[in-house]
């Protein structure tokens, strides 16, 4: 029984491992084709390119986020990782709603633009 128990375990941690792997990589491939795209948008000097920016990088942001969860849960459970989780988490919540507003204040500023034309 101590065997299957064991066995489960370890397969519940390189998959929880493999996940966070994953997640973190998706962010970073999220981040790369974002920043990629606004390169682009950038010299077509396209009104939209800081609202899909920021777009983008709160997605990215959110798989990592989801990544440093999954890595924390595998790893040992100390104080010392607990306080990290909390500051990556606390990091993580301050860009995005920092983001957000900056897509909310992007919206309204085109929705104005489009008001007075």
Same mark, same amino acid.
């Given at each position: 029984?101590?065997n299957?128990?064991e066995?489960?375990t370890?397969?519940? !941690?390189?998959? +929880?491992?493999? %996940?966070?792997i $994953?997640?973190?990589l998706?962010g970073?491939? *999220? &981040?790369?084709?974002?920043?990629?795209?606004?390169v682009?948008?950038?010299?077509?000097k396209d009104k939209?390119i800081?609202? !899909?920016l920021a +777009?983008?990088t %709160?997605?990215a $942001?959110q798989?990592?986020?989801?990544?440093? *969860? &999954?890595h924390?849960?595998?790893?040992?459970?100390?104080?010392?990782?607990?306080?990290?989780l909390g500051?990556t988490i606390?990091?993580?919540?301050?860009?995005?709603?920092?983001?957000h507003?900056e897509?909310k204040?992007e919206?309204? &500023?085109?929705e104005?633009e489009?008001?007075s034309?």
């Amino acid at each position: 029984m101590e065997n299957v128990s064991e066995i489960l375990t370890s397969i519940v !941690r390189y998959c +929880a491992e493999f %996940s966070s792997i $994953l997640s973190e990589l998706f962010g970073v491939l *999220v &981040l790369v084709i974002t920043t990629v795209r606004g390169v682009m948008s950038y010299f077509k000097k396209d009104k939209a390119i800081k609202r !899909r920016l920021a +777009a983008g990088t %709160s997605l990215a $942001l959110q798989f990592m986020l989801g990544g440093e *969860v &999954l890595h924390t849960l595998v790893a040992r459970n100390t104080w010392q990782n607990i306080g990290i989780l909390g500051c990556t988490i606390a990091f993580h919540v301050v860009l995005t709603v920092l983001l957000h507003w900056e897509l909310k204040s992007e919206k309204e &500023l085109e929705e104005i633009e489009r008001d007075s034309e």
